[in-house]
């Protein structure tokens, strides 16, 4: 337990200075990591304590964590702008098309239930505007026709 007015040491790790900007003002941290039994202890000082500090550093530590390795970059597919633009455009939350795939796919999320329809693992390499078109037209859904053919114009697919 740590006393008022009671000096304590601890060994640290991995200092890190911090900055956040906040509307009470600018605030000025520190971050290091230290172990357990030290955790505990700092536990039992009140959490509006003030004080003051003596730090010292005694040795650079080594780097701890992963290497971060660079994400791979995705490979273009035969559809994607197409679907990139149906999905920001809403089409998987208009009302018709999730009134059709309730009735197909018992409320499965609309996107998979899209992938189930068309029997693929995915919407961007496996299913053509046309082919999206032909199944809605066979199910007679004349104003998500109209919406996927200005989509497919505009992406030119």
Do not use: C
Not at 23 to 47: F, N, R, V, Y
């Amino acid at each position: 337990m740590i006393q008022q007015d009671s000096p304590q040491r601890f060994d640290w790790r991995n200092f890190r200075r911090k900055f956040r900007t906040r509307s009470i003002g600018d605030i000025h941290l520190i971050e290091m990591e230290i172990d357990a039994e030290t955790w505990q202890a700092l536990d039992t000082m009140p959490k509006d304590a003030d004080g003051e500090m003596v730090i010292w550093w005694t040795t650079r530590g080594e780097a701890v964590g992963k290497e971060r390795t660079p994400k791979p970059l995705k490979k273009p597919t035969p559809y994607g702008a197409f679907w990139h633009e149906m999905d920001k455009s809403g089409f998987h939350n208009r009302p018709d098309v999730r009134a059709w795939l309730s009735v197909l796919w018992n409320d499965l999320d609309p996107k998979q239930a899209i992938r189930n329809q068309f029997q693929t693992t995915s919407r961007a390499s496996g299913i053509s505007p046309d082919e999206l078109l032909s199944v809605l037209r066979k199910f007679e859904m004349a104003d998500a026709v109209s919406f996927v053919e200005n989509i497919k114009a505009k992406t030119n697919q």
